[in-house]
Nanobody
Framework: QVQLAESGGGSVHAGGSLKLSCVVS????????LGWFRQAPGKEREGVAS???????GYADSVKGRFTISQDNAKNTLYLQMNSLKPEDTAMYYC????????????????????????WGQGTQVTVSS
């Protein structure tokens, strides 16, 4: 059973930084995708960043250059370093696992949509004030 648990959310002023963590257990697959998603009130859940078992990363255009996804396999932990935060980054942030990824489409990619991610954490709130 794959389980994920996020931590590290909080309230910051615009321009500030936060680092989210996600402890992943039970992911006994040689290949996989891990992703960070977020959902603001009244909006659909959207992909923020992804990383595959080889360490290849992908980012939504809205966070490129500001957010960095990484993983520490020794600690079974996924991270999301968020810098230069903006009020529009305010949302509940979730980590998720897709044991069937990455997918081939001219290269191997992880999905940035919730479809395919079968395992989710409970979420951690990030609030950015102006």
């Amino acid at each position: 059973q794959v389980q994920l648990a996020e931590s590290g959310g909080g309230s910051v002023h615009a321009g500030g930084s936060l680092k989210l963590s996600c402890v992943v257990s039970g992911l006994a697959f040689a290949e996989y995708c891990l992703g960070w998603f977020r959902q603001a009130p009244g909006k659909e859940r959207e992909g923020v960043a992804s990383i595959d078992s080889d360490g290849s990363t992908g980012y939504a255009d809205s966070v490129k250059g500001r957010f960095t996804i990484s993983q520490d396999n020794a600690k079974n932990t996924l991270y999301l370093q968020m810098n230069s935060l903006k009020p529009e980054d305010t949302a509940m942030y979730y980590c998720a696992a897709d044991p069937e990824g990455p997918y081939y489409s001219g290269g191997y990619y992880c999905l940035h949509t919730p479809v395919g991610y079968n395992y989710w954490g409970q979420g951690t709130q990030v609030t950015v004030s102006s």
